[in-house]
T-cell receptor, first 115, second 108 residues
Framework: GAVVSQHPSRVICKSGTSVKIECRSL??????MFWYRQFPKQSLMLMAT?????????EQGVEKDKFLINHASLTLSTLTVTSAHPEDSSFYIC???????????FGSGTRLTVV | DAKTTQPPSMDCAEGRAANLPCNHS???????VYWYRQIHSQGPQYIIH???NNETNEMASLIITEDRKSSTLILPHATLRDTAVYYC?????????FGTGTSLTVIP
């Protein structure tokens, strides 16, 4: 599968500040990446589909103005949690894949804690 | 949203085969069956996938019923490191949605 790098792995921020999470495709040009969120003891929830050169597609119930996604290059997608609040504390994970014949490759995740 | 159903938890003795079932009640002809697992606090990991035929790789075997409405992931000799949450899915090639998964605990 593809090789994905996600960072930071952990971040603690103060309430009201913004946090940027990066997801990089290291071995191929990804036109599409995906962002997930996972709360403790729950499954992963798809937040949005990141499209290179165009606007992201958000899942129902996900605030696009709060979770800003930028996919400016074929190897980098970023998720910015704006004006973070404690309820945004979660595990955020990106993913991508080269083609349908392969499985999705996931980043190692970012543990966000808002205090 | 996820279209598969799995038992919430299973136990397996170390060294024995772990058989994890999945129901794909709404799967269509062009949808692949994929399996992933997530070890605690890590990103999910791809295990195996198939369309109609049974598949085997270095990690596991995948058995798909003839009507494709169910599949079984087989870990032939479970180890403690296989303790994880296992997810199955029908893959249309577009968005990917996770179900609730099966939490497998391998017992020494």
């Amino acid at each position: 599968g593809a090789v994905v790098s996600q960072h930071p792995s952990r971040v603690i921020c103060k309430s009201g500040t913004s946090v940027k999470i990066e997801c990089r495709s290291l071995d191929f040009q990804a036109t599409t990446m995906f962002w997930y969120r996972q709360f403790p003891k729950q499954s992963l929830m798809l937040m949005a589909t990141s499209n290179e050169g165009s606007k992201a597609t958000y899942e129902q119930g996900v605030e696009k103005d709060k979770f800003l996604i930028n996919h400016a290059s074929l190897t980098l997608s970023t998720l910015t949690v704006t004006s973070a609040h404690p309820e945004d504390s979660s595990f955020y994970i990106c993913s991508l894949r080269r083609g349908r014949a392969e499985g999705y490759t996931f980043g190692s995740g970012t543990r966000l804690t808002v205090v | 949203d996820a279209k598969t159903t799995q038992p919430p938890s299973m136990d397996c003795a170390e060294g024995r085969a772990a058989n994890l079932p999945c129901n794909h009640s709404t799967i269509s002809g062009n949808e692949y069956v994929y399996w992933y697992r997530q070890i605690h606090s890590q990103g999910p990991q791809y295990i195996i996938h198939g369309l109609k035929n049974n598949e085997t790789n270095e990690m596991a075997s995948l058995i798909i019923t003839e009507d494709r409405k169910s599949s079984t992931l087989i870990l032939p000799h479970a180890t403690l490191r296989d303790t994880a949450v296992y997810y199955c899915t029908d893959d249309t090639g577009n968005q990917f949605y996770f179900g609730t998964g099966t939490s497998l605990t391998v017992i020494p």
